[in-house]
């Protein structure tokens, strides 16, 4: 058994999935494939969802790593939480980027990223993908009352807020879904309209 062998950086598993031979020892990074290491696994076949998203974009030329990360985390922002109003009212539970091999969802797409708020009174679940071309987010969510008020889901208005600016706006339908798209680049929350905002 020879010593532990040393994890590799996601700069580096861009160079490896972009075959990139001469920056890298390219051998000694797939061997560290073959011992399952899930985080390099991970870091692995997530930087080749970002080469294959950055070829769909054919007017740009593949972007070097650095560039490929930042883009991508900018591209797809955890929203800062689910308020009313300046109030807070739901809490992240769940977020695709920081727990991508959580049980059950090993499938998770990064091109994709899917948020979960959750807070007394009802949850937020939120799904954003990229619009083709790359340059607005297609963002789709549900509102679920906890406390079978279903009645009122329907109609209730969803902002996404950037400061003081409104990025998108939506009307939930009966389901308490809603979609709409964004121009990323920008932190923003979502503002659920209780109490007629
Ligand atoms: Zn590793």
Partial sequence: MS???EHFS???WSDYVRGLHSQIDFEIMRKHLTTGCERCNGERSRMEQVLTFARREIELEVPEAEVNRIKQLAIFQCPEGVFAGARRICDLMFDSFREPFALGVRNASHSARQTLYSGSGYSVDVQ?????GGHAVRLIGQVTWKSGVGEQSAGT??????GAEVLARAVTNQFGEFQMEYVPGRRFRIVVGVGGQ
């Fill in 157 to 162: 208005t969803v902002t996404l807020k950037a």
């Fill in 128 to 132: 954003q993908n990229a619009v083709s």
């Fill in 3 to 5: 010593v532990p062998m």
């Fill in 10 to 12: 996601l700069g580096e």
